[in-house]
């Protein structure tokens, strides 16, 4: 099965632990993103890459760090600098078709403060 | 300006009904318009998108409308399932070749039998 998987499903933080949210795409697509999703807030941009080695700040980045070593892999790491971690996040991946690019999204990982 | 106005925030729609949520944006680069369709816990899926070249696209019983002069576009969900109970979201880019889509907030749709 083609598809983006997002790891775990949900994950709890302790005060000041850094933590890190998994996104593994098989869809072989060039682009990647990372969204934080708070209720009656729509999804936030927080990273994206559009290459292996290379990623972009979004609207909302200060608190979190990525890494896009591997085409198929983006992970999200949440620091402790992120003073207010919870959220859902979602990961997508997008490709081009018909000429309009189009973006995929995992499952989501909800994240807790304990 | 990268805003995209959603509303209405929430929506209460009879079986059979018709739904319709509207979004406005500022940005006149903006080249392309999804909707996505989100069910709680899960990821938002793709439900049907829009270039401004065309005034309306249909897709069973999902049709955007579009209106460019007016920087305004809207979904429609013609015969309302309890099914279609779901956050729905527009979006707008650039376009091809831009990485970036900026969300409206989103509108919970009920359908009540």
């Known amino acids: 099965d083609g598809g983006i998987t997002q790891s775990p499903k949900y994950l709890f933080r302790k005060e000041g632990q850094n933590v890190t949210l998994s996104c593994e795409q098989n869809l072989n697509h060039d682009a990647m993103y990372w969204y934080r999703q708070d209720p009656g807030q729509g999804l936030r941009l927080i990273y994206y890459?559009?290459?292996?080695?290379?990623?972009q700040k979004g609207d909302i980045a200060e608190g979190y760090s990525v890494s896009r070593e591997k085409k198929e892999s983006f992970p999200l790491t949440v620091t402790s600098a992120q003073k207010n971690p919870t959220a859902f996040y979602l990961c997508?991946?997008?490709?081009?078709?018909?000429?309009?690019?189009?973006?995929?999204f995992g499952p989501g990982t909800r994240l807790l403060v304990l | 300006q990268q805003q995209v106005k959603q509303s209405p925030q929430s929506l209460i729609v009879q079986k059979g009904g018709i739904s319709i949520i509207n979004c406005a944006y500022e940005n006149t680069a903006f080249d392309y318009f999804p909707w996505y369709q989100q069910f709680p816990g899960k990821g938002p899926a793709l439900l049907i998108a829009i270039r401004p070249d065309v005034s309306e696209k249909k897709e069973g019983r999902f049709t955007i409308s579009f209106n460019k002069s007016a920087k305004q576009f809207s979904l429609h969900i013609m015969d309302s399932q309890p099914g279609d109970s779901a956050t729905y979201f527009c979006a707008a880019s650039p376009g091809a070749g831009s990485y970036q889509l900026t969300f409206g907030k989103g509108t919970k749709l009920s359908v009540i039998p």
């Open positions: 997508a991946s997008s490709t081009v078709l018909s000429g309009e690019e189009t973006q995929y």
């Open positions: 890459s559009q290459i292996v080695n290379d990623f």
